[in-house]
């Protein structure tokens, strides 16, 4: 029965709500365009805050695009985090990124290519990060997204998930390291050792909490560094290519997961720096900015504090 809630869920995020938004197409098909030239000129006449590009989204269709926001962000399995009276009294600064903070130990762009598994991404991504600052730099390794779809089976592989169950399975089981066990970009068996036949050494995640809301979202970061958030993507999305991201126009595709690193602001508008698993030559390098608020991204964060 919890794998028929979960996969109803799942389902219910990548078909999207009914409502119809603004400059969207309520009778879309798969095989549609997700972002046709008059769309990308409507966006950049539209607004000055981002601009959209065919470069990288190319002829891509509708149900390519929904491959890669797969996501879904129920049920919530950890507890949202209590501060206390900390953000009262505490002031973020302006301006904050984990890549000059901690500069080696915010991991490379990684590829998810056209596979659901951004749940792992975000959440792998997160956690290494986290482990390489929580160790001061001993501990400096990539962990494997491809050990979750093989062996996280509360998830659905390629077919989407749940960022909440990632870390739950990163806390009770942990993951090992990417060259352990390299990615695919498709569901196999689980395995009990190495690529090459080594043993496997697992990392885990302890005392995981959920955040909500700007504050708690840059507290989270500053303490401990990235953290995974599920975020509502749009047809626009897709051709992101710098600027700061405002949901312009176009359907909404479904869930997507990713690691938000840090935040700041332009012309008074505060943004999310966040990392991709589209690889480089999406957004800006494989990062983009997101203005807060935006497509719910500063209301389902996930992190957990690394086992060192």
């Not at 603004?22 to 095989?31: E, R, T």
């Not at 959209?52 to 929904?66: F, L």
């Not at 009770?172 to 352990?180: A, E, K, L, N, W």
Request: charged share 10%; glycine share 10%.
């Amino acid at each position: 029965m919890k794998y028929l809630v979960i996969a109803s869920l799942i389902a219910l995020a990548i078909s999207g709500p009914t409502v119809t938004f603004k400059n969207a197409s309520p009778a879309l098909k798969d095989s549609d365009l997700v972002a046709p030239q008059e769309m990308i000129d409507l966006i950049n006449q539209s607004q000055d805050s981002w601009t959209a590009s065919a470069d990288w989204v190319g002829q891509m269709t509708i149900g390519d695009a929904k491959s890669y926001a797969s996501a879904s962000g129920e049920p919530r399995s950890f507890p949202e985090k209590d501060w206390g009276a900390l953000l009262d009294s505490v002031t973020p600064p302006s301006s904050f990124d984990s890549r000059q903070q901690w500069p080696n130990c915010i991991h490379p762009i990684l590829n998810q290519e056209q596979c659901g598994s951004c749940w792992a991404f975000g959440a792998t991504e997160a956690l290494s990060d986290r482990l390489c600052i929580a160790s001061k730099g001993s501990i400096n390794v990539v962990l494997s997204p491809q050990y979750l779809l093989e062996c996280d089976k509360e998830n659905f592989a390629c077919n989407g998930g749940i960022a909440d169950l990632a870390w739950l399975w990163m806390k009770d089981h942990g993951v090992p390291t990417y060259s352990c066990v390299p990615y695919l970009g498709q569901d196999s068996t689980c395995p009990t050792a190495c690529s090459n036949g080594s043993q496997l050494q697992v990392y885990k995640a302890s005392s995981v909490n959920t955040y909500s809301g700007p504050s708690s979202m840059q507290a989270a970061i500053l303490a401990g560094g990235p953290i995974e958030v599920t975020f509502q993507v749009y047809q626009d999305f897709m051709t992101y290519s710098g600027g700061i991201y405002k949901h312009t126009t176009g359907n909404f595709l479904g869930n997507h997961c990713v690691k938000v690193v840090g935040w700041g602001t332009q012309n008074g508008t505060n943004y999310w720096v966040v990392a991709n698993s589209w690889g480089t030559s999406w957004g800006i390098q494989g990062f983009f900015n997101i203005a807060f608020g935006q497509c719910g991204i500063d209301s389902q964060a996930v992190a957990g504090t690394p086992l060192v």
